[in-house]
Antibody, heavy 118, light 110 residues
Framework: QLQLQESGPGLVKPSETLSLTCTVS??????????WGWIRQPPGKGLEWIGS???????YYNPSLKSRVTISLDTSKNQFSLKLSSVTAADTAVYYC??????????WGQGTLVTVSS | QSALTQPASVSGSPGQSITISCTGT?????????VSWYQQHPAKAPKLMIY???IRPSGVSNRFSGSKSGNTASLTISGLQAEDEADYYC??????????FGTGTKVTVL
């Protein structure tokens, strides 16, 4: 069974870049079975798909965030990462990483709260 | 890419059945039988309850069932129990490896 764990700074200054890493255990991010993705949830609000990446490195982003988002793989560490540039208070959210099998988000990390504030 | 529309809240008494709707467009829900449903308790990560419209993962109670008609998917919880009180989100595949989530529904057990 897959396990995913997000890590990264809990506080980011406005206009800077948010960087998070998701460490995967119980499976390989190089497997062609899975896509890997990021979802966020602002406090008290709903879920928003940020983007996804396939083992080949192909990436897919939410059009509303595409200009600011980069998702990448680090196969040597069995991790994938999220970078979101030029952040504002509106980017304050709990960020989840998850695995995607076919088109189903099946295993999720516990989530990490990132606050954008000076 | 707009969020799928769900009712903000649905409530029911223990033992009753409730249905949560998830309305999209012909570009997402209407085009694919690829809607999944997630249960989220406070301060917890979402949990997969239904995938590909109607399929329950192993370990999920058979009180949960999914369906779809046109651009609207639905999640039905039968025999409502106190532990079912949570937020529920739908998610649809929208083509080209993109996804859209629903606005979320708070289920209250009276």
């Amino acid at each position: 069974q897959l396990q995913l764990q997000e890590s990264g700074p809990g506080l980011v200054k406005p206009s800077e870049t948010l960087s998070l890493t998701c460490t995967v255990s119980g499976g390989s991010i190089s497997s062609n079975t899975y896509y890997w993705g990021w979802i966020r949830q602002p406090p008290g609000k709903g879920l928003e798909w940020i983007g996804s990446i396939y083992y080949s490195g192909s990436t897919y982003y939410n059009p509303s965030l595409k200009s600011r988002v980069t998702i990448s793989l680090d196969t040597s560490k069995n991790q994938f990462s999220l970078k979101l540039s030029s952040v504002t208070a509106a980017d304050t959210a709990v960020y989840y990483c998850a695995s995607i099998v076919a088109t189903t988000w099946d295993y999720w990390g516990q989530g990490t709260l990132v606050t954008v504030s000076s | 890419q707009s969020a799928l529309t769900q009712p903000a809240s649905v409530s029911g008494s223990p033992g009753q059945s409730i249905t949560i709707s998830c309305t999209g467009t012909s570009s997402d829900v209407g085009s694919y039988n690829l809607v999944s449903w997630y249960q989220q308790h406070p301060a917890k990560a979402p949990k997969l309850m239904i995938y590909e419209g109607t399929i329950r993962p192993s370990g999920v109670s058979n009180r949960f069932s999914g369906s779809k008609s046109g651009n609207t998917a639905s999640l039905t919880i039968s025999g409502l129990q106190a532990e079912d009180e949570a937020d529920y989100y739908c998610c649809s595949y929208a083509g080209s490896s993109t996804y859209v989530f629903g606005t979320g529904t708070k289920v209250t057990v009276l």
